[in-house]
């Protein structure tokens, strides 16, 4: 799922590919996309874009309007945008909308069967505040602000990360890299955090945001974001399953859960104790090894 550095570098493309420009239409093949209905989506034809912003993970672009337009775009996991000649055909299978400028196309494409982009159109600052989850700016935060949004409720941090009311914009993969870079178990409850280990998840936090931002940056450079994927070939953890960490050389590992997993480096994070994998411990039941030495016998004897 585009997360804040990925919603980020589309937001600042789109302010320059069609900031100042009319939409003259929007096409939709996937009804299931549009979840609004007043003001119609046709009230956005021929209105000029007056700015984009990040919400969040949704990128929202501004109408000229009284009241002012917005239209709201959450990507979901795995929607994306790409920009195009004007009035590309829309693509059967991914293809969900084409929104049409004089200059090019943006259109929206979502992988999987599953089809979770949404888009509203809303009217006024107050309609466009109720898509707000409320969570804090993390890249605006202090520290006195970050500890009390992360204290709020005792949470495992993955879980106070990557809920949208406590933090804007953090999901499932920079969750994973701002873990390992704080040195932190995913499972740790927050309010067992002592102060140190506060300012070292604050640190983290911003470091890592900012750092993958700049990446992210550097790489669109001038262009359109074309590359946005679940994960980073660079990043250190998140879908790097079995490969060594990149501060210590043990294999980073993982928690298997739905259709998502959190991975983690046992021996950075969790003091060598190994977290257990609910597909895994299920069938080891008390044979599960606790610690690394224990995987790797485990896994020598097999």
């Known amino acids: 799922m585009p997360e804040l550095p990925e919603i980020t570098v589309y ?9 100042g420009e009319p939409l003259e239409r929007v096409r939709v093949r996937s009804p299931s996309l549009v979840r609004s209905y007043d003001p119609p989506l046709s009230a956005a034809h021929g209105r000029t874009v007056t ?6 993970k949704r990128v929202v672009l501004c109408m000229e309007a009284e009241p002012a337009l917005f239209l709201v775009l959450h990507l ?10 004007p009035g590309v055909t829309i693509p059967r299978k991914l293809g969900l909308a084409a929104f049409d400028f004089p200059e090019g196309s943006l259109l929206l494409t979502e992988a999987g069967m599953k089809k979770k982009a949404t888009l509203h ?13 409320g969570g804090l700016e993390p890249l605006d935060a202090d520290l006195a602000a970050f500890r009390e949004a992360i ?3 005792n949470r495992t941090l993955k879980r106070a990360l990557t809920d949208p009311r406590i933090l804007s914009g953090i999901g499932n993969a920079h969750s994973d890299e701002i873990l390992l870079e704080a040195r932190l178990s995913p499972l740790k409850r927050s309010r067992d955090l ?11 936090t911003k470091r890592s945001l900012r750092d993958w931002t700049e990446t992210l940056r550097a790489e669109v450079g001038d262009g359109f974001p074309e590359k946005i994927t679940a994960f980073h070939p660079d990043m250190a953890a998140h879908g790097k399953y079995g490969e060594p960490c990149p501060r210590c050389g ?8 739905a259709d998502n997993e959190t991975n983690y480096c046992a021996t950075c994070q969790t003091g060598g104790r190994l977290l257990a994998d609910r597909a895994f411990s299920r069938l080891l039941r008390e044979d599960w090894p606790r610690s690394l030495e224990e995987l790797e016998g485990l896994l020598g004897g097999s």
């Open 250 to 257: 043990s294999p980073i590992q993982r928690i298997r859960y």
């Open 151 to 153: 204290t709020r409720e």
């Open 121 to 133: 159109l809303v009217a006024g600052e107050e309609a466009l505040a109720a898509h707000d989850r």
């Open 194 to 204: 002592g102060e140190e280990e506060i300012e070292r998840l604050h640190e983290a």
């Open 51 to 56: 700015g984009v912003r990040r919400m969040g």
């Open 11 to 19: 937001v600042e493309a789109l302010e320059r590919f069609v900031a």
């Open 76 to 85: 979901m996991v795995t929607g994306r945008l790409r920009w195009r000649a």
